[in-house]
């Protein structure tokens, strides 16, 4: 197995420790062990895509897996998010619905032996996602630092989170349509 899969794998190894610290408030500045260990996961994900193009060591494994990590910490984070009642069930059945469609997409075209690997609005999305987890895990950090926070803090800080998360699904929604559109011969000529 070459570093870039490695470094896939460490990512999704890496989810378990980050939803167990992010859900367990009792750790001290929990938000912020959180946000250090999904940042760790972050760069991995930027690292292995940047090596494996850079030695040439692109696999139809990494092509497949590095997404399918990069949709277990991003998804990972987001269940969280609901049961820490920062979003609601609906932003995250759209994502999981985007991500169930683009991966069955992807499963149907292995089977016609082509790996459709992601294009730009995947990637834009991924980035939305992941900028936005960040600055809600920073959010808490700070108001834990700030347990008297006035409601007016409180407020920009959920307005900023809240405009962050809905535009990252947005972008969620958008790639979707397009991946469908742009690989719609795959769902057409399904055996």
Not at 160 to 168: A, P, T
Request: hydrophobic share 60%; proline share 3%.
């Amino acid at each position: 197995m070459n570093l870039p899969n490695k470094l896939t794998l460490l990512r999704i190894i890496l989810v378990p420790f980050f939803v167990a610290v992010l859900l367990i408030g009792s750790i001290p500045y929990n938000y912020l062990i959180a946000l250090v260990i999904f940042a760790i996961a972050s760069i991995t994900d930027m690292l292995d895509g940047k090596i494996a193009r850079k030695y040439n060591m692109v696999t139809d494994f990494g092509k497949f897996a590095d997404p399918l990590a990069d949709k277990i910490l991003v998804i990972s984070a987001f269940a969280c998010f609901i049961d820490l009642d920062i979003v609601n069930a609906v932003f995250i059945i759209l994502v999981l619905f985007r991500e169930f469609t683009v991966t069955s997409i992807r499963l149907v075209a292995v089977e016609n032996g082509k790996v459709v690997a992601a294009n730009m609005w995947g990637k834009a999305k991924t980035v939305s996602q992941m900028a936005a987890i960040i600055v809600v895990l920073l959010n808490g950090f700070i108001l834990q630092l700030m347990p008297n926070a006035a409601d007016n803090v409180i407020s920009i800080m959920n307005i900023v989170n809240q405009s962050l998360l809905w535009i990252s699904a947005a972008l969620t929604v958008i790639s979707g349509f397009i991946y469908i559109k742009d690989n719609f011969s795959f769902i057409k000529n399904a055996k």
